[in-house]
């Protein structure tokens, strides 16, 4: 019933910037905490931000904070990922999903829908 589509995914080159966009459909999302999520090659999901169903407050892995900040738009539907200062580690398919409940979470079975995913490759 719901669908989370991801993009603005791309290449860049290191110390660029990408900004990430999950649109959903079929329903609003305003009251559910969404998530990031993502897969570098070889590799297993790892959690990357998460935001509550208000947007006041999030949580980021230690990875990506002070590079990465996780919004949303509940008017929209969207929830956005800005990445700063890229660099070849954070090359992965990186995933938008709906959380369970109105809090952030890391934990990936605290989700229950997800986007198709979106490739961000980084150059050195």
């Known amino acids: 019933q719901v669908q989370l589509v991801e993009s603005g995914g791309g290449l860049v080159q290191a110390g660029g910037s990408l900004r990430l966009a999950c649109v959903a459909s079929?329903?609003?999302?305003?009251?559910?905490?969404m998530g990031w999520f993502r897969q570098p090659p070889g590799k297993e999901r790892e959690f990357v931000a998460g935001i509550s169903w208000t947007g006041d407050s999030g949580s980021y892995a230690d990875s990506v904070k002070g590079r990465f900040t996780i919004s949303r738009d509940n008017a929209m539907n969207t929830v956005y990922l800005q990445m700063n200062s890229l660099n070849p580690e954070d090359t992965a398919v990186y995933y938008c999903a709906r959380g369970i409940g109105l809090r952030p979470t890391a934990r990936y079975d605290e989700y229950d829908f997800w986007g198709q995913g979106a490739q961000v490759t980084v150059s050195s």
């Open positions: 079929g329903r609003t999302f305003s009251r559910y905490a």
